[in-house]
């Protein structure tokens, strides 16, 4: 039977992960995108030049993801978010001096990799080390500051703009990073309870030693294993669906969000809305996450993805655009605590860095690819109509492939 040991630090470890979620919010999408106009307007470029070094930097960024996790796994989870946070504030002071499209695309790439891919993967990988019954509650939490990040960044990122420029938005990003979140990483981080003769859980099988216990909790995969299972395609499937989708739709969401007559700052804030919804979505799957097979939550997902594009199709009052945010923070709510859970449910925790740098490689080079389309219809037909209503089917295809990835057995 478990028995409790003292005081559990897995939940400073959660806590940490969430403002390292939190913190990768300047190389996400729904915080780049308010910066985008600005690029725009002041040098005279095209949307779809931007798009395309946005997709270009994103999609080599993806290419070095599966390094990523290699070196988290390697170094650890501490020295390694020590590393990305110091060279992330770098990355955003070069992005405020950026002058022409090639120093553009390097900074794409600089924070694509480093904060929406290496800052994100110690948040989502370090937890698991920490929790294996209990995982989706604890992930459930660091997604808290995931869904915090969205609702603060776009507004705040646009008041700034709007009062000081956009140089200045970039430098205070990376004062934040160099001040709060590296020195946390130093002094808070440890990577496995084991490192500190704690338990995953907090737990303690009676006369079992830590190695053995563990033993009992889970069973584990390397990434050649877990590469040849049909469960990993079809999750890598429903994984790269909604990053291009998604990462397309809120990348160009003020000038698609225009055509449905809101201002640059309502736009902004329908993240909020989506945030607002994603919150309490994210606790409540925490805990259907622990109780339920995962595969219905990813269909249910995916859904949830083909409901979001359809209303944007037919969006033509605020009424509406508000409903395509509730569907889409609902949507980011489920798919980001599956993608949190189940790799480790699935394949364990001993190679998760090394698993979920490949897994994220994939939904990197999705997300890369997701605002092009978009881009593109833009230019061509003026509006985004045929975009979307390509988009459809491919959220449809993912219902199916959520449901037959059941989970493989050795």
């Given at each position: ?7 559990f630090?897995?939940?400073l ?8 979620l ?8 729904y ?17 779809s030049v931007?798009?395309?070094m946005?997709s270009?930097?994103t999609l080599?960024?993806?290419i070095?993801m599966?390094l990523?996790g290699?070196l ?20 955003c ?19 694509r990799?480093l904060?929406q ?6 948040s989502?990988t370090?937890p698991?080390?920490w929790f294996?019954?209990?995982?989706g509650?604890?992930?459930?939490i ?23 420029g ?7 990003w ?5 001040l ?6 130093y ?10 003769g ?7 099988v009676?006369?079992?030693?830590i190695?053995?216990?563990n ?18 395609w ?9 990053s291009?989708?998604?990462?397309g ?6 000038s698609?969000l225009g ?10 804030l329908?993240?909020t ?5 994603r ?12 109780r339920y ?7 249910i997902s ?9 209303t944007l199709?037919k ?6 655009v ?8 609902v ?15 699935y ?10 740098g490949v897994?994220?490689m994939a939904?990197v080079?999705g ?5 092009l ?8 037909f003026?509006?985004y ?8 089917l ?8 959520g ?8």
């Amino acid at each position: 039977m478990p028995i409790k040991t003292r005081m559990f630090y897995g939940w400073l470890i959660v806590l940490i992960s969430a403002l390292t979620l939190f913190f990768s919010g300047p190389g996400q999408t729904y915080s780049v995108s308010v910066f985008i106009d600005s690029y725009i307007n002041e040098f005279g470029w095209s949307r779809s030049v931007v798009s395309s070094m946005y997709s270009i930097g994103t999609l080599v960024a993806g290419i070095f993801m599966g390094l990523a996790g290699g070196l988290f796994d390697r170094y650890g989870h501490r020295k390694m978010t020590l590393i990305v946070a110091f060279l992330f504030g770098a990355a955003c002071l070069w992005m405020s001096f950026v002058r022409n499209v090639p120093m553009l695309g390097i900074g794409f790439f600089l924070i694509r990799l480093l904060g929406q891919g290496s800052m994100s993967l110690s948040s989502i990988t370090l937890p698991p080390q920490w929790f294996i019954r209990r995982k989706g509650t604890a992930l459930s939490i660091v997604s808290l500051g995931g869904g915090l990040s969205l609702a603060v960044l776009p507004p705040f990122n646009t008041w700034v703009i709007q009062n000081f420029g956009w140089h200045w938005g970039w430098r205070l990003w990376t004062a934040l990073l160099w001040l709060i979140m590296t020195p946390l990483a130093y002094l808070f981080i440890r990577d496995k309870p084991e490192e500190v003769g704690m338990y995953p859980d907090g737990e303690q099988v009676q006369g079992l030693d830590i190695e053995t216990a563990n033993d009992t909790y889970e069973e584990c995969w390397t990434l050649r294993e877990a590469l040849k299972t049909k469960a990993f395609w079809l999750i890598i499937y429903t994984v790269i669906v909604p990053s291009a989708i998604i990462t397309g739709l809120v990348f160009h969401q003020i000038s698609i969000l225009g055509e449905a007559g809101l201002d640059p700052g309502t736009a902004a804030l329908i993240s909020t809305v989506m945030s607002l919804v994603r919150l309490p979505i994210i606790l409540i799957a925490g805990q259907i996450a622990d109780r339920y097979d995962l595969r219905y939550l990813i269909a249910i997902s995916q859904g949830l993805l083909f409901g979001s594009i359809v209303t944007l199709v037919k969006a033509n009052s605020i009424n509406l655009v508000i409903l395509y945010g509730v569907l889409v923070g609902v949507q980011m709510g489920i798919q980001g605590l599956i993608g949190g859970v189940i790799w480790p449910d699935y394949f364990g925790r001993k190679n998760l860095s090394t698993i979920r740098g490949v897994t994220m490689m994939a939904g990197v080079i999705g997300s890369a690819l997701g605002p092009l389309p978009f881009g593109f219809a833009y230019d061509l037909f003026g509006g985004y109509s045929e975009a979307l209503t390509i988009s459809i089917l491919f959220p449809l295809i993912g219902i199916i492939a959520g449901i037959l990835a059941i989970k493989p057995v050795k």
